[in-house]
């Protein structure tokens, strides 16, 4: 049936949804016929607000999820309750989640409980291992049972949601985070990090954080990474440590005093963009870097054992090297002083979309809702 306006609550609480939520919630701000509505959780906080304050947007429903030591089940359970007010009264056409986050995960299941369509932002990302990414792996495939609007991100995601009897309604769209780039990425930025590194320097940028690799792995990628800027002056390190103590001791422990190694506090969307923009050589466990990194001409190692975006590994991209110290460092060096081999990373074409991902969205849900 034809309505005057598609109410849709769009529904995140990390850094990386946000930043990829961000640019589709301004799309729907100015398409006339849908009226969004920002249901924030606070699985990240502070960094979470970082974005909303460069993208200009005012939740207009701010929830408090995250407690000291929240294990995963009662984050989940948490999560569940508090978005049961928002989502049960049905007072929305459609919840839009993203990714596979607890946050998309328990909004979904709300809103399937209440017998509301879902859109399923970066849909069909798939490793097939239950483990790896965990708990995204599962979070992802479970919302992908129950989400009626699939948005994927590249044709082997329809596929693979295709493989799984997902047919109807699954759009290919690109990714939201590559449409975000054009709002950050800025000719004339400046970071007072740069004035610290060294002149004609080359700056490995890294982020590290994933569940899976606390502990054991990240200790040999840390150890890996602080071994090659030590060997060599003309090589700088940054790295925008998260705060998770597991995370952040170990980092501060093996890197901090180092020269040439710079932990800072986790960056705003913008001087994180920026100053991957300036880097040479990315490395990362992150899923969102993996898609941007290729569309500023940077190549991405990959800090895990699989990825869920192949298409990146195909297209030359990325590469994934797990967190084996001799491998890390292997890697790292044959990048660094192999220019043929650099450039054919650096070169290779991002498969992940042109930046107009939002606005495909915003018609597909027009469409959909209009009709018989």
Partial sequence: MEQDSVRVLVVFGTRPEAIKMAPLVKTLQRTSGITPVVCVTGQHREILAQVLKEFDISPDIELDVMRNSQTL??????????????????????????????????????AYYAKIPIGHIEAGLRTYDKY????????????????????????????????ENRIQHVYVT???????????????????????????????????????????????????????????????????????????????????????IHLVEPLDVVDMHNLMNRSYLILTDSGGIQEEAPSLGKPVLVLRDKTERPEGVKAGTLRCIGTNYEIVKKEIEALLSRDKKYQKMARARNPYGDGYASDRMAEIILKYFQKE
Avoid at 174 to 192: M, Q, V
Avoid at 208 to 236: C, L, T
């Fill in 73 to 110: 089940p009662a984050l989940t359970s948490h999560l569940v309750q508090v978005l049961e007010p928002v989502i049960q009264p049905k007072k929305y056409d459609l919840v839009l989640v993203h990714g596979d986050t607890s946050t998309a995960f328990a909004a979904a299941m709300t």
């Fill in 132 to 163: 790896a990414p965990f708990p995204e792996e599962m979070n992802r495939e479970w919302i992908g049972r129950v989400a009626e609007l699939h948005f994927a991100p590249t044709a082997l995601s329809a596929q693979q949601l295709a493989r």
């Fill in 174 to 260: 690109g990714n939201t985070s590559i449409d975000a780039l054009r709002w950050t990425i800025k000719d004339n930025y400046h970071h007072p990090l740069m004035d610290q590194l060294r002149p004609g320097s080359r700056t490995l940028f890294m982020t590290m954080h994933r569940r899976e690799n606390w502990g054991s792995p990240m200790e040999q990628v840390f150890r890996a990474v602080r071994e090659i800027v030590s060997k060599d002056p003309m090589i700088e390190l940054v790295y925008p440590v998260h705060p998770n103590p597991l995370v952040k001791d170990l980092a501060y422990e093996m890197l901090d005093g180092k020269e040439r």
